[in-house]
């Protein structure tokens, strides 16, 4: 008599699974930059897949590649050029705050020397931090060019990947599978397009509110603003902060009040308070204050690669929510009908 084999061979299942955490394991230490290539290849996948109507799979993943890579890079390296060339400035004008904090009688406890003694602090560690940069460039170029590797190959056959894991899920699952992934992908547009967008605004926001009141260096600051606001715990308020400050140690009180009355509402509380929660709430179906949880819990908890997993997490969370309430209000129905049925 022959047994017939009814289903998977759970060794099988178990080699594949020891395989896949031993691989995860041993390359962990590169694991952020595949995780955030997966992750916008998320994103991108729909653009490929548009471009691939009218070209090949290859040409279309390999330019979508190239554009998003010269994208991500030439921002990094746009924002370590203006830093750099602009240290200068920038410490020029803490310095400046220092003092001024220093000149300000004591008070309380909280003395002005203890206080400037602690902006001293933060200041010598950015300097020790932009320095340290230069230090770890290998491993950063190393991590460069994973992603760029990886991303292509997530753009080229991500959604080829998913259809062939879902063609393979019971069919009462493939329904659930499909709204969580709907709900990733959605939240993943949000935390990159929608941020860029905001971000893109806010720097064009900028440029007239820093021409208008006759500040230096207009377009340097202008892309700081849009640069902070892809930044989670700084934002452009802490930059908003820094220049009332300034304007405070150089005696311009006006010029501060005006930052802070006029700056902050049109450079950051616009953003945070009308189009980030107007567009992100076009995609998103969770409610912004559990995305900024996901956001800031996860960025605490993996580092920078939890700026995209924490939103993610939260929008999962959501989604099993959803589905856990369906399938028991199903269950409720059933159950029922097969008393009223008895």
């Known amino acids: 008599m022959t047994t017939r084999n009814s289903g998977a061979d759970a ?15 041993a390359f962990w230490p590169l694991l952020d930059a595949v995780v955030l290539a997966l992750s916008l290849a998320a994103v991108l996948i729909p653009f490929k897949q ?3 109507r009218r070209s090949s799979d290859r040409a279309a993943a390999a330019i979508i590649t ?7 890079s030439g921002l990094l390296v746009l924002t370590a050029a203006i830093l750099y060339t602009n240290s200068g400035y920038v410490f020029g004008m803490a310095n400046t705050i220092i003092s001024w904090v220093e000149a300000l009688p004591d008070a309380g406890i909280l003395t002005p020397d203890m206080v400037a003694e602690s902006l001293q602090t933060v ?36 959604d080829h990947v998913a259809r062939e894991l879902r063609s393979v899920l019971p069919e009462r699952l493939t329904a659930s599978v499909n709204s ?11 935390v990159y397009i929608v941020n860029a967008q905001v971000a893109l605004l806010t720097f064009l926001l900028a440029i007239p509110f820093f021409i208008f009141w006759s500040y230096d260096h207009v377009l340097v600051l202008a892309i700081l603003m849009g640069i902070f606001q892809l930044i989670p715990f700084l934002g452009p308020q802490v930059l908003i902060v820094f220049l009332a400050l300034y304007a405070f140690a150089q005696g311009d ?8 009355a006029v700056g902050y509402p049109l450079m950051s509380g ?17 409610h912004p204050i559990l995305m900024m949880i996901g956001l800031f819990g996860g960025l605490a908890l993996f580092g920078i690669t939890g700026v995209i997993l924490g939103p993610v997490f939260a929008a999962l969370l959501v989604s099993a929510y959803e589905l856990l309430v369906a399938q028991l209000r199903i269950g409720k129905i059933e159950q029922a009908a097969a008393d009223s049925q008895g």
């Open 11 to 25: 060794l099988t299942l178990t080699l594949a699974l020891l395989i896949l955490v031993g691989i995860l394991i």
């Open 50 to 52: 548009r471009l691939a």
């Open 66 to 72: 190239i554009l998003a890579f010269i994208s991500v």
């Open 123 to 158: 200041i010598n560690s950015l300097e020790s931090y932009v320095g340290g940069i230069a230090m770890s460039l290998p491993m950063i170029l190393l991590k460069a060019f994973i992603f760029f590797l990886a991303l292509y190959l997530f753009v080229l056959s991500g």
């Open 180 to 190: 969580l992934s709907g709900k990733t992908v959605d939240t993943l547009y949000a």
């Open 253 to 260: 009180t006006t010029g501060a009040v005006v930052m802070l």
């Open 270 to 286: 616009s953003a945070d308070f009308y189009f980030r929660p107007k567009m992100m709430g076009k995609r998103v179906a969770i």
